[in-house]
């Protein structure tokens, strides 16, 4: 598990909150990261730490809660968006998905999206599920009427038409999902390639578009929308909850997985898999966590996502906690998974093939 152990501020924030710290103002809403010092404009590796060297320089001891908060925000939000996450050598499109719902699939992919576009990738995160929590999440618009990934899956409408840019993350978009999906699964089974019809729109767009990561983030089920984002990927990262029932039914997904390759994509694997919501005051979460490590193995992230009440917070302001509480634990946590993501280089899917 990454180091990720600090304490996150209970109580409210304290009225003139120094250093960006969001606190708990309820229209705290940052499109611009905050730096406590305006840093210099460079690529130069050496001069990436700046920020945070000069805040911490800048600090007195009896500061060191928050600033430690601090400066993990700026790390996390990388003010100079420099590029130090590797880019992937090609696209990489990595389905999210776990047929339970409430697990973390859309928390999850908004921040790992969010942590990866901050750290200098190009990233589309297709909603997929009907409920529209990922355009939620980034602050994107999908209310009825709005054009949405069920008029490129129905209608053949290019992504390249409906995609919307996520609020106050630069690189990072969102193809929405509109309550109109909820009858996709219906509608899409006497269409002609039904399957793939998401695969040759994320093809088209990405023949025209820079494009470094997509998400797919999938709904609780294995239908026609989910199998959609199977045919379309060659990683599957599936999240996994800390809690006592989150093994049961893994068995029909993996069996779903296999089915996808044996029939439709040879291609796909499952290339990650992220312990989520996890309390380190439990012994069932490492338990669970154990569990899941022993049968998956490498597959499995270090980092662990840790319960906290910031991250279930962010998508009531439009936001991933990575932007809404930079210094928090949930948002350094996503931060050092979409680092072991970016690191990995989908190397671990092409070795599970
Ligand atoms: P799914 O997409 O699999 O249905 P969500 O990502 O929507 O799951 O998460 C389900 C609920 O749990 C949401 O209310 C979300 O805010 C909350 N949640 C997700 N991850 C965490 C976490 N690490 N700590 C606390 N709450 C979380
Ligand atoms: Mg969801």
Redesign the pocket.
């Known amino acids: 598990m990454s180091d990720v152990g600090w304490p996150e501020p209970t109580g409210p924030a304290p009225d003139a909150a120094p250093l960006g710290w969001p606190g708990s103002q309820p229209d705290y809403r940052p499109v611009a990261p905050v730096a406590p010092v305006a840093p210099e404009p460079t690529s130069s590796p050496a001069a990436m730490t700046q920020p945070a060297e000069r805040l911490r320089a800048a600090l007195q001891p009896e500061d060191t809660p928050i600033a430690m908060a601090a400066m993990a925000a700026v790390r996390v939000l990388n003010p100079t968006g420099s590029q130090d996450f590797p880019r992937p050598e090609r696209r990489r499109i990595l389905t999210v998905a ?1 047929q ?9 992919t908004v921040n790992l999206a969010a942590a990866l576009a901050l750290h200098g990738n190009d990233v589309l995160v297709i909603d997929l ?1 009907p409920q529209g ?1 990922a355009s939620t999440g980034m602050g994107v618009d999908h209310q009825a009427g709005v054009r949405s990934i069920y008029d490129v899956l129905l209608d053949n409408v290019p992504l390249a038409d409906v995609v919307q840019p996520a609020v106050g993350i630069p690189r990072l978009s969102c193809v929405p999902a509109t309550i109109d999906l909820a009858g996709a699964e219906i509608e899409l089974v006497s269409m002609v390639a039904r399957e793939s019809r998401l695969q040759r729109a994320i093809a088209a767009y990405c023949d025209t578009h820079r494009v470094d990561y997509v998400f797919i ?1 999938c709904p ?1 089920s294995l239908g026609l929308l989910t199998l959609n984002a199977m045919v379309a990927t060659e990683e599957v990262l599936i ?1 996994i909850q800390c809690e006592y029932y989150a093994l049961e039914g893994l068995g029909q997904l993996l069996k779903t997985i296999e089915l996808v390759k044996a029939n439709l994509n040879p291609h796909i694997a499952v290339s990650t898999i992220l312990l ?2 996890y309390d380190a005051r439990t012994r069932l979460a490492d338990q669970v966590a154990d569990e899941v490590r022993t049968h998956f193995g490498d597959t499995v992230l270090e980092t662990m ?5 910031r ?2 917070e ?2 009531g302001y439009g936001q991933s906690v990575v932007t809404y509480d930079p210094g928090s634990r ?1 948002a350094v946590a996503y931060l050092e998974a979409a680092r072991e993501i970016a690191l990995r280089s989908g190397s671990a899917a092409v070795a599970a093939r």
Not at 305 to 309: E, F, H
């Open positions: 776990n339970k719902g409430g697990v973390g699939k859309t928390t999850s599920d929590n983030d609780p999240p989520t919501m996502i840790p319960r906290s009440v991250v279930s962010a998508p949930g």
